[in-house]
């Protein structure tokens, strides 16, 4: 599914009550929402009770988000948003939480690659290398990279403006560059077959 039948979906959703197409929307996001949340150290019923939430709300009230033209970014954004805002009502109630400002990253690599062995030492190398960063720049390039959204995108769901998200995404990647000794063309590509 496209970002640009996602959005058909969403609006067929809106216009018709279409469920088929809001079902097709939650299967496609499910997973990589809930991946998301995780990699944000919230544990699992924390990430699934905000995925249920926010597709609950959608779905009870969605006359009130007719709006929204890009149901991708509207998610991700929501969805962190409604983490944090859990996080919040149990700090209330638990002395002990995750650090928010964390981001430890997991790479995700293809199912499709021909090499397990090589796959699984690049790996492990570029998560060695992506946990020297700082957690924002780690957030970004997920963000970036395994959620392939835009840098205003990013920028507005980091609270930030684009520019300073470039500039985290390319001093990032520079670091990991300088490290591998690679030339900008072969990071690309190194990131490209490990973020799917």
């Not at 992506?130 to 990279?145: F, N, S």
């Not at 390319?170 to 490209?192: N, S």
Request: proline share 3%; hydrophobic share 35%.
């Amino acid at each position: 599914m496209t970002e640009i039948s996602e959005n058909v979906y969403w609006q067929k959703f809106l216009e018709e009550n279409d469920k088929n197409s809001f079902s097709l929307i939650y299967n496609k996001y499910v997973k990589d929402l809930y991946a998301y949340g995780i990699s944000l150290q919230f544990d699992t019923d924390t990430c699934m009770d905000a995925v249920q939430d926010i597709f609950f709300k959608l779905y009870l009230r969605k006359n009130e988000f007719d709006h929204i033209s890009n149901i991708r970014f509207y998610l991700f954004r929501s969805f962190r948003n409604r983490l944090f805002d859990i996080q919040k009502k149990q700090k209330k109630t638990q002395p002990f939480e995750p650090d928010p400002n964390k981001f430890p990253i997991e790479v995700s690599v293809s199912k499709q690659i021909e090499y397990e062995e090589e796959r699984t030492l690049l790996k492990k190398k570029v998560e060695v290398l992506l946990q020297k960063l700082t957690d924002r720049q780690r957030e970004a390039i997920y963000l970036r990279y395994m959620q392939n959204l835009e840098y205003d995108e990013i920028a507005e769901m980091m609270k930030m403006n684009s520019e300073s998200v470039r500039k985290l995404v390319y001093r990032g990647l520079e670091a990991i560059r300088k490290k591998t000794q690679l030339t900008p063309f072969a990071l690309f590509v190194l990131l490209t077959k490990i973020f799917p």
